[in-house]
């Protein structure tokens, strides 16, 4: 190097190597500089670098990479005895994440050298680098090919592939001892046309929760005007009159089915002008819509037998119906797991079943069929029996087992007012055929009363008694109150008996007991021959009563309400007229005949409670306080008019 350096500061020597790299950017003088001996310190500023800095940087560079190398294993192949060795000495690579794949061949034996004709082997790899083999499909069906190449080709990015292909050709080579080398093609599958919809493809999961978010408020609306009903003591009331339990229940079905089909309508026809159904049948839409809107109605009656409070029935009804469509979400999750079995038995939840159907309308628009007559036997889901007739025949078997259940609470748990039954009584001959013996009131039980005490009038002979209340008592439960006490008192036809006594000697329990609003908790009544422990039904077609307070409808006018309770009497519409006149007559408001009765005077409210209960020509009537709360020309009013 030395003398190369002295080579280069000859004068001679100079010139004739810079005509040498003449053209080129260096010179003799560059080539001195880079071969220096002096040190980086004291080059001048600017110099260029010397052969000493190449070589520091090149040691430095070398001493890194085997800084590096030193955490890389370059022993990638490592044999084991047995699969089971593999198996844990993998599973402890695996945690410092070493481990890429084991190869197992199990007809090859370590002490042969032979080929076998047919050769196995396995790849066992980590689960997050191939496909999961759990699963014969996706969780979520879509339409279009398993191309992304994240989720949908482990193979290839995991080196399953790959690791095949050396194996396949090193066999190839063991066996035939060619070394050719054979070119290797991947190509997905092809599959046919289909709709690329995303929004389609969102909706199809999110579609049952936004149909049954929608029917909410519809449900909690409906529960609160049937309880409102039971809280107000209405349906107790037109249940006195005679209106028959059935019926109450029939014209809740009716008043509530309208609106939610006029929904439905106009649901078919946002879907469809929309296009968010653009190829399902509207036909069958509404179908659909319509099965569920007259289950959910159904359980909007279930619901109500639950509760007797308005209010919190609408609040807690909405969070019940919700709740219900709950065990759809986890018949999704695990629908691998979930057969046809499961699902129908699941379907027993009404929101369930229609949950399945939302979901098998999305699925067909997905597939660019939609729902038609032709298909809906039809499951869009491969090996799966469950079509949207099975949801719509399962939605018209909960609202069978609903009315049942329904029909059983609230005759057993009738709430606050109304004498429950028997938890048997499905299962009585009464309850289907009802008592035909009539009872003799002049003695019943073979009783004469309290004729022999003191302080009583001797029971009249000669007139039929048509109300006989014998050995009545009534003990309420909270706080265990005796109310009425062995109370045995008979009230005879053509007369007015009145009740006196101070607050809290039970005038109105005893009153309530007669109409059945609450049962007694031993004894019994006769109204005309009937006992009304059973034959409650029959004695209320012959009953008016007048409760204490005013119950009456606010969006109902006095003519209205006249002819409500006459029509449930049965009188004929000729019948209605005549005495509709009569009666607007006898409790003077004539002017007021067209006007509801939330803007009438309470003294008005109560001559009108008054004079419903004579509506129809009623046998027996019963008038809790008619007078209280009223002025006294109103008062004299009810008077003229007892």
Not at 228 to 252: C, D, F, H, P, V
Not at 332 to 347: E, L, N, R, T
Not at 507 to 524: A, V, Y
Not at 575 to 591: H, N, Y
């Amino acid at each position: 190097m030395d003398l190369v350096r002295t080579l280069l500061q000859n004068n001679a020597s100079a010139r004739f190597l810079n005509a040498q790299l003449s053209g080129t950017p260096w010179r003799v003088q560059d080539v001195s500089g880079f071969l220096s001996k002096r040190s980086e310190d004291l080059r001048p500023p600017g110099a260029t670098f010397t052969w000493r800095d190449v070589f520091n940087e090149t040691d430095q560079a070398v001493l890194t990479i085997s800084r590096f190398m030193e955490c890389v294993n370059l022993d990638k192949l490592e044999p084991v005895a047995n699969e089971e060795r593999l198996v844990n000495k993998s599973m402890r690579l695996l945690d410092d994440r070493k481990f890429w794949a084991g190869i197992v061949f199990p007809d090859i034996r370590s002490n042969s050298s032979e080929i076998p004709a047919n050769i196995n082997y396995k790849i066992r790899m980590d689960i997050d680098n191939v496909e999961r083999t759990n699963k014969i499909k996706d969780g979520y069906w879509d339409p279009g090919p398993r191309a992304d190449p994240f989720e949908d080709l482990r193979y290839i990015w995991g080196g399953f592939s790959y690791l095949q292909d050396v194996i396949e050709h090193g066999i190839i080579r063991a066996v035939t001892g060619s070394r050719e080398k054979m070119g290797v093609y991947i190509q997905q599958m092809p599959y046919p046309c289909y709709v690329d919809d995303i929004f389609l493809r969102v909706m199809s999961r999110s579609m049952p929760l936004f149909m049954t978010l929608a029917w909410m408020y519809s449900v909690a609306i409906i529960i609160k005007g049937v309880v409102y009903e039971k809280e107000a003591r209405l349906k107790e009331t037109m249940r006195i009159m005679g209106l028959n339990n059935g019926i109450l229940w029939l014209s809740w079905f009716i008043s509530s089915l309208i609106p939610l089909l006029i929904s439905a309508s106009l649901l078919v026809l946002l879907l469809k002008m929309g296009n968010l159904l653009p190829y399902s049948d509207p036909g069958v839409v509404f179908l659909f819509l319509s099965s569920f809107a007259v289950v959910t109605i159904m359980q909007c009656f279930l619901i109500s037998t639950l509760f007797s409070r308005a209010n919190l029935a609408a609040a807690c009804g909405g969070i019940i119906y919700f709740t219900l469509y709950l065990p759809y979400v986890l018949c999704v999750a695990w629908q691998d797991y979930v057969g046809f079995g499961a699902k129908v038995f699941a379907s027993l939840l009404s929101p369930v079943a229609f949950g399945f159907g939302c979901e098998y309308f999305a699925l067909f628009e997905e597939q660019g069929v939609g729902i038609q007559w032709s298909n809906l036997l039809s499951s869009p889901l491969e090996q799966d029996s469950y079509s949207l007739t099975t949801s719509i025949a399962l939605m018209f078997l909960d609202a069978f087992l609903y009315g049942v259940m329904t029909w059983y609470i609230e005759a057993v748990f009738p709430g606050m007012y109304g004498i429950p039954r028997r938890w048997y009584f499905p299962f009585t001959k009464s309850y289907w055929c009802g008592e035909t013996q009539r009872t003799d009131l002049s003695t019943p039980n073979g009783k004469q009363g309290n004729a022999d005490a003191v302080c009583f009038e001797e029971e009249p002979s000669h007139i039929q008694p048509g109300v006989f209340i014998q050995g009545l008592v009534k003990v309420y439960s909270h706080g265990n109150k005796l109310a009425v006490d062995g109370l045995t008192l008979g009230f005879y036809e053509g007369q007015i008996t009145s009740f006196l006594g101070h607050n809290g000697a039970g005038k109105t329990t005893t009153m309530s007991i007669l109409t059945g609003l609450f049962p007694p908790t031993s004894g019994t009544a006769y109204i005309l021959g009937k006992d009304i422990r059973k034959d409650l039904s029959t004695i209320r077609q012959s009953l008016g009563v007048c409760p204490q307070h005013n119950v009456l409808f606010s969006m109902l006018t006095v003519e209205e309400h006249v002819w409500f309770y006459a029509r449930l009497k049965g009188l004929s519409e000729e019948a209605v007229k005549a005495e509709m006149e009569q009666i607007v007559s006898d409790i003077g408001l004539p002017e007021k005949r067209q006007a509801r009765t939330n803007t009438l005077s309470g003294g008005m409210q109560r001559k009108l409670s008054v004079a419903l209960a004579f509506v129809g020509g009623s046998k027996v009537i019963i008038l809790d306080e008619p007078t209280a709360g009223v002025d006294p020309y109103s008062r004299r009013g009810i008077w003229d008019l007892l």
